[in-house]
C-alpha cells in the first residue's frame, strides 16, 4: 500500500464469487468523499480505537494490538439492506444486477453484504491506523453505487477518517427544509441536495443552529439533514403548558426572525415517573430515513417504560415539549436547547422559537445512559 490513503474502494473487477479487487485512492475530506463518488446507498459507522488496532496484522503487518471496535456494525448492515431496497424502488430500479446476483447467493442478504465489504473495511481502516495513529475515533463511511459491469452489481467505496468522540453538548435546531426525495433510504445523493439548506442556514443564523431540520407543509417535524429528531412530552407538564399557553399568550422574541414567537418548553419538574412520559419521533412512514441510533433509541424507551408516538411532531403543540434531542451515529443523543422556525423556511411557515434551557432533560438523559451501555461493538477482525 503506498502512501497513507484512508480509503479503499472497489470498482467493478471480480472473480468468481463476485469479490471486486481493491485500490487505494488519496483520501479526500469526508463530504467531499461522498460528493465526489457516484449515487448510492450509503452508512456512516462510529468506529472506536480502544488503544490502538489489529488491523494492520490483518493487512500483512507484524503489529496487533487492542482492536478497533465498529459501533453497532449489524444495524448498520440492516440500514444498508433497507437503503439499497428504498433507491432500487425510487431509482427505476438501479439495483437490478446486484438483486439478481444476490438470488444466486446462499447468504441472507446481511452476511453476504458483509462479505463484500470486509475486505476494504480492512483496508482502509489499516490505512486510516498508519495516517491518524493518534486517533481515538474515527467515522466509517460506506458508499455502495451501482454498477453493472460488476459481478455482484454494486461498486464498495470506503472511507476512513477521524472523528470526535460523540458529544452530548446541548446545540440548537432550526427548521428551514421540506422532505427528502428518497423516503427511508440513506441515499448519498442527499449530500448534494442538503447543500442549498446549508447554505441558507448559514445565511439565516450561522453558528447559531447545528443542526437543520426538516417539515411537512403543515409545520410537522420529520428529521434533521444529518440526524433523527424527538420530542419528550410529560403528561403533567402538558398540561400546565397549553393552560399556560392559553392564559398568558407567548412571549414575543425580537432580534434573529422578526416577532419569531419564544416560548420556554413545559419541563418535567424532577424525574418523571416513566408512565407520564410520550416520546414522539417520526415513523418511517412519514417519509424519514431509518436511523440506527432511532432504532436503538426506541429500544431504550421500551427498556425504561417511556411510550412511544411514531409520527412526526407537530410545531402546534411545542409548547408541551419538555425536552427534544437529535441522534445519529457519530452523536448518538444529543440533547437541544433550542429549536426554532426560521422566516426563510421552504413552506412559508410564521416563525418561533422553542428554548429548552434544562437540557439534557431527565428523559434524554436516561437515554443516552442506556445507549452508552448497551450499544454492540464488533471488533475489525471478525468482519
Known amino acids: 500500500m503506498s502512501g497513507t490513503p484512508a480509503s479503499a474502494e472497489q ?7 463476485g469479490q471486486p479487487e481493491l485500490q487505494c485512492q488519496q483520501p479526500p475530506g469526508p463530504k467531499q468523499f461522498v460528493l465526489d463518488n457516484p449515487r448510492g446507498a450509503y452508512t456512516t459507522i462510529w468506529v472506536r480505537c480502544s488503544g490502538g488496532s489489529d488491523v494492520s496484522g490483518r493487512a500483512g503487518s507484524s503489529s496487533s494490538t487492542a482492536p478497533l471496535e465498529l459501533v453497532d456494525w449489524a444495524t448498520h448492515l440492516e440500514r444498508l439492506v433497507r437503503s439499497l431496497r428504498a433507491m432500487h424502488k425510487e431509482l427505476q430500479g438501479c439495483y437490478a444486477r446486484y438483486y439478481a446476483w444476490l438470488k444466486g447467493n446462499p447468504d441472507p442478504e446481511p452476511k453476504a453484504l458483509q462479505r463484500l465489504l470486509g475486505p476494504p473495511v480492512w483496508q482502509a481502516l489499516a490505512a486510516a491506523e498508519q495516517a491518524h495513529a493518534a486517533a481515538q475515533h474515527l467515522m466509517l463511511i460506506v458508499v455502495l453505487p451501482p454498477d453493472d459491469g460488476s459481478p455482484c452489481g454494486l461498486e464498495v467505496r470506503v472511507l476512513a477518517h477521524p472523528c470526535s468522540p460523540p458529544g452530548s453538548s446541548p446545540c440548537a435546531a432550526v427548521v428551514l427544509g421540506g422532505p427528502r426525495r428518497v423516503p427511508e433510504g440513506k441515499d448519498s445523493g442527499w449530500v448534494a441536495d442538503r447543500q ?10 450561522g453558528a447559531a443552529s447545528d443542526e437543520v431540520l426538516l417539515c411537512t407543509a403543515d409545520g410537522r417535524l420529520l428529521e434533521g439533514l444529518v440526524t433523527n429528531f424527538f420530542a419528550v412530552t410529560c403528561e403533567a407538564a402538558s398540561h400546565g403548558a397549553s393552560e399556560e399557553a392559553a392564559a398568558a399568550g407567548v412571549e414575543e422574541r425580537r432580534g434573529g426572525d422578526a416577532a419569531a414567537p419564544s416560548w ?11 408512565a407520564a412520559v410520550t416520546v414522539w419521533t417520526a415513523g418511517v412512514g412519514d417519509g424519514v430515513v431509518w436511523g440506527t441510533v432511532r432504532a436503538r433509541v426506541l429500544q431504550a424507551c ?16 411545542r409548547h408541551a415539549w419538555s425536552e427534544a434531542f437529535i441522534t445519529n451515529a457519530l452523536r448518538l443523543v444529543q440533547p437541544l436547547r433550542r429549536v426554532s422556525c426560521s422566516e426563510a423556511n421552504v413552506w412559508g411557515l410564521p416563525p418561533w422559537e422553542v428554548e429548552l434551557p434544562s437540557a439534557p432533560g431527565p428523559v434524554t438523559a436516561a437515554l443516552a445512559a442506556v445507549l452508552a451501555s448497551t450499544l454492540p461493538t464488533c471488533p475489525a477482525h471478525d468482519l
Open 196 to 205: 442549498p439548506l446549508e447554505q441558507l442556514r448559514d445565511a439565516a443564523g
Open 264 to 274: 420556554s418548553g413545559g419541563g418535567c419538574p424532577g424525574t418523571p415517573e416513566p
Open 302 to 317: 421500551r427498556t425504561l417504560g417511556y411510550a412511544v408516538r411514531e409520527e412526526a411532531p407537530s410545531a402546534q403543540s
Open 11 to 17: 470498482p467493478r473487477q471480480g472473480g468468481p464469487s
